[in-house]
Every structure is written in C-alpha cells, then in structure tokens.
Nanobody, 117 residues
C-alpha cells in the first residue's frame, strides 16, 4: 500500500524560508508525478508545484514562481519544496501527493505552514 508522509512545516516570519519534505513508499516510483498542494482556511486546495520522476520537468503556480523550488531527492520517492521569501498568504496546510501512470493519486495528511510575525 502506498503511503505518503510530509514533514517540515512550522511557524516562520514573513520573508523567511522553510523546506518541506515528502517521502512516498510502498511502490516502485519509476513513472510518477509528485506534487505539492496547499489549502488555506476557507479556500480550495490548489496545486503549488509538481515534478516528474523520470524527467526534469517542473511546474509552479504563478503565485510561487521565483520563490519556491521543488526538487527530487537522490531516491525518486522523495521530493522537497524549498520555500523562500514567505508571505502571510502562503499560510496553509501543505499536502504532498504521488500520482502513478494510472492516474491514481495518493495523498499525505498534510503539514501546516504558518507565516506570521
């Protein structure tokens, strides 16, 4: 059974940085899309960034371009989200997902990021 686990959330001041980590297990991750989503209070979940396991291709929401960077670890089942120049509007629960070639998406439970002074 595929499991997805996020870590690295917390409280950070505006302008600060945070790195989120995500590890997926329970499958061979050779052709997967790993993604970060976020959901702020009262808002819908939105895609933040994603990366393909067998390609350098990455995609970002316009709101985070130039500030956030998604990357893979040495193992294809690990991804990171480096978040710089954080703003209060980045406050949300951040979710990691892993989607396979059959378009089945597995979700983590989320990690809370709070940007506040």
């Amino acid at each position: 059974q595929v499991q997805v686990v996020e870590s690295g959330g917390g409280l950070v001041q505006p302008g600060g940085s945070l790195r989120l980590s995500c590890t997926a297990s329970g499958a061979t991750f050779t052709s997967w899309v790993m993604s970060w989503y976020r959901q702020a209070p009262g808002k819908e979940r939105e895609l933040v960034a994603n990366i393909f396991s067998n390609s350098p291709t990455t995609n970002y929401a316009d709101s985070v371009k130039g500030r956030f960077t998604i990357s893979r670890g040495s193992a294809k089942n690990t991804v990171y989200l480096q978040m710089n120049s954080l703003k209060p509007e980045d406050t949300a629960v951040y979710y990691c997902s892993a989607r396979n070639v059959h378009n089945i998406e597995y979700w983590g439970k989320g990690t809370l990021v709070t940007v506040s002074s």
